[in-house]
C-alpha cells in the first residue's frame, strides 16, 4: 500500500488502488503518504463521494468485504467519477493541505 501511495504521490493526476482485508489498515497507511488522500470504499455512494468530495487519489477496497464484482464496481465508480471542484470542497482540501505542510491548525470561525 505504501508503494502504491508513493506511486500516486509522485505522479500528479494519477490515481491508486490498495485492497487489504477490511481496507482500513490500507487507507490509514495510504493517508501517511504526503500528497496522498485516500478514501475507503465501502458502497458505490463513498466510492463517488470520495472522488467527488474530497478529490480522493487513492480509494482502498476491504477484499473480506466486498465479493469481486462487488469490489469491481465500487472501484470503477471511483476510477469514473471526477473531481466537483466546488468551492466548499476546494477550500476543505486546501486547508487540510496546509496543514499537512505546516502543522499548525487553522483559526476557529
Known amino acids: 500500500m505504501l508503494r502504491a501511495a508513493e506511486g500516486v504521490a509522485s505522479d500528479p493526476g494519477s490515481l491508486g488502488i490498495v485492497i487489504g482485508g477490511s481496507g482500513n489498515g490500507e487507507q490509514i497507511a495510504a493517508n501517511k503518504v504526503k500528497g496522498v488522500r485516500a478514501a475507503l470504499a465501502w458502497s458505490e455512494e463513498t466510492a463517488v463521494l470520495g472522488r467527488e468530495h474530497n ?3 487513492v480509494v482502498a477496497i476491504g477484499a473480506r468485504m466486498h465479493s469481486l464484482e462487488e469490489a469491481t464496481r465500487l472501484v ?3 476510477l469514473e467519477t471526477p ?3 466546488e468551492e466548499r470542497h476546494t477550500r476543505r482540501i486546501d486547508m487540510l493541505s496546509r496543514y499537512e505542510e505546516s ?4 483559526p476557529l470561525p
Open 55 to 57: 478529490d480522493a487519489n
Open 76 to 78: 470503477e465508480r471511483f
Open 83 to 85: 473531481y466537483s471542484g
Open 103 to 106: 502543522g499548525e491548525l487553522p
